[in-house]
C-alpha cells in the first residue's frame, strides 16, 4: 500500500511493543508510543481490521511519556516500554491483562490492585542473554529486525553482570547469557556447532584465567559442554536455596521470584499432606517449597537436565516426599489419570504457548484447586476459558512486574472447582 501521513491519538497499549489508537474506523498500531500522545505517524501496512504506522514525530506527549534513560533506544528492541514512565508501565499492564480477560471471561478486575510493582526497575536481570557480532561485538536485536545493536553496557543487568566480549570471540557463538552468582559469573554459550578441542581449549583457558568467571557451558544442539563450576544458588524463599545449573531455566528477576512463589503457595494451600502436581516443574521452583511445607509432590517437565536438579535437589534438602518425572506434561497427566492418581492441587507454569493439551485430562483429574502462573496473557486467557467451561472458577487473579521497560508480566489465576462441565 501506498504511505500515508495522518495523525492518530494513542488511547491505550497493547500486549506488545505497540500503542494503540483509532483510524478511519481501524484501530492503528504504533511502536514507542504511550497512551495520551498525539503523534504525526506513516501508516506503513494495512492487516485484516488493524492498521501498522510509524511514528513521525510527538506532537503532544503523554504525562507519561520520557526520554528512555538507554542510550541505544529506539533502536535496540529489548526494553519495547521503557519511553512509558515507571510506575505507569505496571499500570498499563494491569489495565492490558484486566481488558483481555475481561473480554475472554467476562472477568470484573481492578487494574489499581491487580499488579505488585517491582521493586526497581533498572539493573534486575540476574541473567541477560547478548546477541554477538564478528570479533565478540555483543548487543542485542534491533526493533522489528534482526540487525545486531551493539551495547556497552544493559541497563536492566544486574550491576555485577559484565560483557563477555572476549569469550564470545573466543568460542565464536551465536548467543552468550550471562548468569550472576554470588559475586561471581557463569557464561552459557550457544554455538552453531558443537566445539573442538581448539574452542575447548580456548574456552578452558579464559575460565581459568578469570577469577569472576565460575565456569562455563558450550551448548550446540544436543551437545553440552561444562568448564569449571556451573551450578548457581536461587533463593526461594527464608531458609531454601535450589542449586541448578546456569544453563538451565532460573527467573531472571530474583526479588519478583520470591514474591512469586509466595503467592503461588498461599494460594495452593499446599499443606502438610496435600498432594499436589506441579506442572513443567523445571528445577523445583514451586515444587520444593510445597514439599517443604509437607506435601506430596510430584514435578514433571520435559527437560531431563532440570528434573534431575529438581531430584537432587529435594535429596539434599531432605524432601522425601517429592518425587519427579522426565516426560512431557500431556503425557503425564494422561498416565497419572489412567494409574487413578488425583491431586488436590495442580501447579503449572507453562511456556508462552501455555496448555492447552493439558486442559482435557485436568479437567478429568478434578482437582480442588488449578493455580495456573503464565507469561502471556492471551494464553492464559485461553485456557482459563476452557478451565471455566468444565467447572471451575477463577477465584483469584494477581499479576507481578517482572520484566519492567517490557510489555511482559507474570500472571498467577486461582481456579477453584465448583461444579460438573457447562455444555455449549
Not at 107 to 129: M, N, Q, S
Not at 233 to 252: M, N
Request: proline share 5%; hydrophobic share 50%.
Amino acid at each position: 500500500m501506498a504511505q500515508v501521513e495522518t495523525t492518530a491519538e494513542i488511547a491505550a497499549m497493547t500486549f506488545g511493543p505497540f500503542g494503540v489508537g483509532r483510524l478511519d474506523g481501524k484501530a492503528v498500531m504504533v511502536r514507542n508510543a504511550v497512551p495520551g500522545d498525539l503523534l504525526e505517524v506513516t501508516v506503513i501496512h494495512e492487516r485484516a481490521g488493524y492498521l501498522v504506522a510509524r511514528a513521525e514525530r510527538v506532537l503532544k506527549a503523554s504525562a507519561a511519556r520520557r526520554t528512555p534513560p538507554c542510550p541505544y533506544l529506539p533502536r535496540c528492541g529489548g526494553c519495547d516500554w521503557q519511553q512509558i514512565a515507571y510506575p505507569e508501565q505496571a499500570r498499563f499492564k494491569a489495565e492490558v491483562i484486566a481488558a483481555t480477560l475481561n473480554r475472554a471471561l467476562g472477568l470484573e478486575l481492578d487494574p489499581a490492585t491487580l499488579i505488585e510493582p517491582a521493586p526497581a526497575e533498572f539493573g534486575y536481570r540476574a541473567r541477560v542473554r547478548f546477541k554477538t557480532g564478528r570479533g565478540g561485538r555483543l548487543g542485542f536485536h534491533e526493533a522489528g529486525s534482526r540487525r545486531l545493536v551493539e551495547v556497552e553496557r544493559c541497563m536492566v543487568a544486574a550491576a555485577e553482570i559484565r560483557m563477555p566480549r572476549e569469550f564470545a570471540a573466543a568460542v565464536e557463538c551465536e548467543e552468550i547469557e550471562v548468569v550472576a552468582d554470588r559475586g561471581r559469573e557463569v557464561l552459557v554459550a550457544h554455538l552453531a556447532r558443537p566445539p573442538g578441542p581448539a574452542v575447548l581449549g580456548r574456552a578452558r583457558g579464559l575460565v581459568e584465567r578469570d577469577a569472576r568467571i565460575a565456569g562455563a557451558v558450550l551448548r550446540a544442539g544436543r551437545t553440552r559442554e561444562v568448564i569449571g563450576e556451573v551450578s548457581i544458588a536461587v533463593a526461594l524463599e527464608p531458609g531454601l536455596e535450589l542449586e541448578v545449573d546456569a544453563d538451565l531455566f532460573s527467573q531472571v528477576n530474583r526479588a519478583q521470584n520470591l514474591r512469586l512463589i509466595a503467592t503461588v503457595m498461599e494460594l495452593a494451600g499446599a499443606d502438610a499432606g496435600a498432594r499436589v502436581l506441579d506442572l513443567f516443574c523445571g528445577a523445583g521452583n514451586f515444587s520444593l517449597p510445597a514439599a517443604r511445607r509437607g506435601a506430596e509432590v510430584m514435578g514433571v517437565d520435559a527437560e531431563a537436565l532440570a528434573v534431575a536438579a529438581a531430584a537432587r535437589n529435594a535429596a539434599r534438602l531432605g524432601l522425601r516426599r517429592a518425587e519427579f518425572a522426565a516426560m512431557e506434561a500431556a503425557e503425564l497427566a494422561r498416565f497419572l489419570l489412567r494409574a487413578r492418581y488425583r491431586p488436590d492441587v495442580v501447579i503449572m507454569d507453562p511456556p508462552r504457548s501455555g496448555a492447552r493439551e493439558l486442559i482435557e485430562p485436568l479437567l478429568r483429574m478434578r482437582a480442588a484447586r488449578v493455580i495456573y502462573v503464565s507469561c502471556d496473557v492471551a494464553t492464559l486467557a485461553r485456557d482459563l476459558r476452557a478451565l471455566s467451561a468444565g467447572g471451575y472458577r477463577i477465584a483469584t487473579l494477581r499479576a507481578l512486574d517482572f520484566f519492567p521497560n517490557t510489555h511482559h508480566a507474570e500472571v498467577v489465576a486461582h481456579a477453584v472447582l465448583t461444579s460438573a462441565p457447562t455444555r455449549s
